[in-house]
């Protein structure tokens, strides 16, 4: 049965004559000690907090001396006490609740300045079992829902980044906070311990090899607004879930204006797609449009893996996004600079470079500093009506896998790399999804249609026109391999891919008519392999 509310109402406004002030982060806890001491509020604090603000002059009593109770156990106990509970819960305005607190000398607690041991940081530092569970707050939580809870007389404040709204409401209206005030940031507050909660549980589920824990919840931290989502009238914003990971969430804006939330969505598809090729095996570009590669290639040099990338769709390359897997320099900045982009990430950037870029000041440019591992393992979401669906980052690499080839004729050492090359640049592409490669370049990409057929056609035709514009006498698909992501159902879609000019064929197989599709490539001579892995991208 729920708990009844009394259904006291709230005041309007509360002075603020205690306060608990007890962080980790003591970015401003000084000077906000400072200013709360010459409005006269009462300084209560704890352990290194205490200490801060004591060595900085200022009168302020510890908790121990309210709660007649030590710090024990290495300051694992220190605030879990009525005497701080019972000041941050206590109705003010409820006879039983008044009578209490002077029964037991407990006296109310106004405002609590709150922030927790960095869970977040040690586990990002790949800290070890025991050092991360000690990082994980107990008190500051729990003092941190009891104030939100009861923030019709409480004001609780979390982020630093609030100090200086908390001291102009003091400042304006004689010492005290609005209910508004207080709502919002016990809404803030309660957030706060949810995004802690769901760091802590998710590390959990890793440490201890949980693949679908009974709750699931995924937080995150704020990093920016947004003037608006994938269209106009949708509102949207960019939270960071803390995993470290190298990429758009890790990255610094050297220039350019805000990222757009679909800015985001496919500088991320760009950068995982593009450290698929390691850079001590060469240079790698990859250049994106709505979240669909449009090109990718590798190079002797970086400029010349950006040439051979823009090559297969110059036309859908222009307002795309440029991923590259080596360090930017001027020589490719100078090519890039020739197209309309919207984005540039790089795992670092020449000054050279950068002085290039700053002549198109609209143009972002983002250094990473690394390339996330692809073969690492994480969790990727996604929202359902109703409901979230969670997986594992698809991890699975074709160099890693076990190739069996099922044709009479095995395919050549090239087309083997081609092969490897187009199931690499597959995998990033939204089913149903066909690549065409040669030489290290994607000679024709078909993504997102409902028929795999329709996908081979459109990739055809891309490299028909690519040709075209190259001034190539025949298009590249010619003598290429061509990789399906997913099994190819019926013989039709490898036929177009024969008609279109590729020799090799790389698929995971596991269609009830693989017989239908081997017989069709023994027939033209065509080398398939079977990779036994699918790589769906919705």
Known sequence: MAVVSKKIPAPDKVKVKTALLSVFDKTGIVELARALSEQGVRLLSTGGTHKAIAAAGLAVTDVSEVTDFPEIMDGRVKTLHPKVHGGLLAIRDDAE????MKAHGIEGIDLAVINLYPFEDVRKAGGDYPTTVENIDIGGPAMIRASA??????????????????LAQLSADAGQTTYDFRKRMAAKAFARTAAYDAMISNWFAEALDIATPRHRVIGGVLREEMRYGENPHQKAAFYLTGENRPGVSTATLIQGKQLSYNNINDTDAAYELVAEFLPENGPACAIIKHANPCGVATGPSLVEAYKRALACDSTSAFGGIIALNNLLDAETAEEIVKLFTEVIIAPDVTEEAKAIIARKPNLRLLSVGALPDPRAAGLTAKTVSGGLLVQNRDNALVEDMELKVVTKRAPTAQELEDMKFAFRVAKHVKSNAVVYAKDGQTAGIGAGQMSRVDSARIA???????????????????GSAVASEAFLPFADGLLSAIAAGATAVIQPGGSMRDQEVIDAANEHNVAMVFTGVRHFRH
Not at 463 to 478: D, F, H, Q, S, V
């Open 460 to 478: 055809a035709i891309k490299a028909e026109e690519a040709a075209k514009a190259m001034g190539l006498a025949e298009p590249l698909t010619r």
């Open 97 to 100: 609740h008044q009578a209490a």
């Open 149 to 166: 809870k009861n923030h019709a007389y409480v004001t609780t404040l979390t982020d630093p980044a609030d100090y200086s709204e908390l």
